[in-house]
């Protein structure tokens, strides 16, 4: 089975400090990955995908199948990321896993 | 539009009561999907839909049974309540077709089960 990794329940960081929020994944194939975002009061949306290779909101996410990772990176964290992160993996079927999730909290 | 709409929004049951969770989309999307969501265990997959008519299970499936009669609808039927299943129930859509990850969430439905 699919399983998705995300070590940490929450990340504590401070607002102009780079944010990595980390995801590993295991899956033998070629998987699909993503992020999903929750802000307070919002729905669960989707962030970026990786065969998109594109920063949105100024995040970015590379994925390393050495390492079987796909972490979420911003340089700068700004107050209005502090939100629920969720990575997930598509391997090849019609299902979607999901991470146990990372709450970002930017402080100032 | 207004996407996906999940009823009805908060509901408290007794053990042992029955009850259904509607999803209803108006994105024509062939894939739909439920998860509950839980503290710690993040979102996990109780059943979904391919198409209308079909159903298959997920990671959780016991205790629910789901029915895809339109297109447009997928109903969660909860036949004899438990307290474990006092949680957090989202209703996502995908357009399929090379989109499958991409998931269109509702606003989530809230049940507790006394």
């Known amino acids: 089975a699919q399983r998705v990794t995300q070590p940490e329940k929450l990340l504590s960081v401070f607002k102009g400090a780079p944010v990595e929020l980390k995801c590993n994944y295991s899956?033998?194939?070629?998987?699909?990955l993503f992020w999903y975002v929750q802000y307070s009061r919002q729905r669960l949306q989707l962030l970026l995908r990786?065969?998109s290779r594109e920063s949105i909101k100024g995040f970015t996410a590379d994925l390393n199948k050495g390492e079987t990772s796909f972490h979420l990176k911003k340089p700068f964290a700004q107050e209005e990321d502090s939100a629920m992160y969720y990575c997930?993996?598509?391997?090849?079927?019609?299902?979607?896993?999901f991470g146990t999730g990372t709450q970002l909290k930017v402080e100032l | 539009n207004a996407g996906v709409t999940q009823t009805p929004k908060f509901r408290v049951l007794k053990t042992g009561q029955s009850m259904t969770l509607l999803c209803a989309q108006d994105?024509?999307?062939?894939?739909m999907y439920w998860y509950r969501q839980d503290p710690g265990m993040g979102l996990r997959l109780i059943h979904y839909?391919?198409?209308?008519?079909?159903?298959a299970k997920g990671e959780v499936p016991d205790g629910y049974n789901v029915s895809r009669l339109k297109k447009q609808n997928f109903l969660l039927g909860l036949e004899s309540a438990a307290p474990s299943q006092t949680s957090v129930y989202f209703c996502?859509?995908?357009?399929?077709?090379?989109?499958?990850?991409?998931?269109?969430f509702g606003e989530g439905s809230r049940l507790t089960v006394l």
């Open positions: 997930a993996s598509r391997g090849g079927g019609n299902k979607l896993t």
């Open positions: 899956y033998s194939g070629s998987p699909e």
């Open positions: 990786h065969i």
């Open positions: 994105m024509n999307h062939e894939y």
């Open positions: 839909s391919v198409g209308e008519g079909t159903t």
């Open positions: 996502a859509s995908s357009p399929g077709q090379g989109r499958t990850g991409e998931l269109f």
